[in-house]
């Protein structure tokens, strides 16, 4: 199944709240600056189109959720998506997430971080290009509060099978925990649109949660 070309987006909409870049993010980041209120922060490597970053705003108003985005077109289609919805507890950044991780994240400052399909990067030797690396679930664990949690899902059960290895060598997280399949209500009630498409195959999809203890 071939992805699907992008939507045009409305060039009236205005995306100025819901995009942002991370020349615009203070250091350490402040939740007031960028949402306009302190609230428990979840952050999305890897947003894609935005399916994830919206559904998880509307359903959790209560939650600020920042996604970030290295393509240029996906970050501009991720916050047209959420502008559409008037989701105000939700921001797209266009950036380097992995950076984000590294710079602008406080320690013990998330409630939880999404992992979704990440590129498994197939040659060995690009291995070393994939962001479930050892610094990356350092930060993880860092800026995870305690009781919060790291949700990671992939449809390559090599890649699977190797970030559990790393996240249980350089990370006191506990996990992995089970995560069930559930029955889609609708057509876009998934996760991703890459779960979408890979359940619709009727190919596997591995998910895992991990745990910080207080």
């Known amino acids: 199944m071939g992805r699907r070309a992008l939507r045009k987006i409305d060039p009236q909409l205005d995306l100025s709240r819901h995009l942002k870049t991370i020349g615009d993010l203070s250091v350490p980041l402040e939740g007031a600056a960028l949402f306009g209120r302190e609230a428990p922060l979840e952050v999305e490597l890897g947003s894609g189109k935005g399916l994830f970053l919206a559904s998880a705003a509307a359903a959790v108003p209560e939650h600020n959720f920042l ?92 890649y699977y099978r190797a970030s559990l290895a790393l996240i249980a060598a350089e990370t006191p997280l506990v996990g992995p925990l089970d995560v069930p399949e559930r029955p889609a209500g609708h057509d876009l009630d998934y996760r991703t649109h890459f779960e979408r498409r890979t359940r619709l195959t009727d190919l596997p999809v591995y998910r895992a949660e991990f745990r910080k203890n207080g």
């Not at 984000?100 to 990440?118: G, I, K, N, Q, T």
């Open 67 to 158: 996604g970030a985005e290295v393509a240029a077109k996906y970050a501009r289609f991720a916050a047209a998506r959420l502008a559409k919805q008037g989701l105000a507890n939700a921001v797209l950044l266009h950036g380097d997430g992995l950076k984000l991780f590294r710079e602008h994240l406080a320690d013990a400052s998330l409630a939880a971080v999404h992992v979704y399909f990440p590129d498994p990067w197939w040659k060995k030797r690009h291995h070393k290009r994939r962001v479930m690396n050892a610094a990356f679930v350092q930060d993880v664990a860092r800026t995870l509060a305690p009781g919060g949690s790291l949700h990671f899902w992939t449809d390559v059960e090599d």
